[in-house]
């Protein structure tokens, strides 16, 4: 079972994809995780993805593809995993599409994680207190869901056609979005 968590930065991504991870026993695959990984340990990619993540600017393809397929062909990944966070665009949309056909798999659903904007804008300004991530700065909060209208937000008409493709209103309590989206996959 291959799972698609899509929605805007601080739609709930990350939260619902670890408790979606725990109760089906599969790797969460989060490229903003990975992406932090290389920067806080100043690889030649991390000091690359880090010119673009402080902009609040999507990493370029070239940088993060390498890392995705790398983290499906791991025997942890064999039954399925949670994207998080990956893909953005179209053109990542078709090489995930094409690497899960090459491992026999597919998306099997694709949720939305649905907020309103200032709701959006209000978690992240709250996380950059906590956690300190550079890209929840307030100057780059607009500009991430600027991209994220622009880039990503196209994803949902290119995967509608499959049917596969759920709205989940990710507001409310954390528990009471993971029932609904237990309720959509069924597990």
Known sequence: MFILLLGAPGAGKGTQG?????RLGLPKITTGDLLRAAVKASTPLGRDAKSYMDKGQLVPDAVILGLIKDE?????????????????????AEMVDRTLAERGGRL?????????EDELVRRI??????????DDAPDTIRTR????????????????????VHRVPAVGSIEGIATEIERIIGR
């Open 108 to 116: 099997t659903h694709i949720l939305l994680l649905d907020v309103a």
């Open 125 to 134: 300004t709250g996380r950059a207190g906590v956690e300190g991530r550079s």
């Open 72 to 92: 499906l062909a791991k025997p942890e990944a064999a039954q399925g995993a949670i994207l998080d966070g990956f893909p953005r665009t179209a053109p990542q």
């Open 18 to 22: 670890q408790i979606l991870a725990q």
């Open 145 to 164: 869901l600027q991209v994220y209208q622009r880039d990503t937000a196209p994803l949902i008409a290119h995967y509608a056609p499959r049917g596969n």
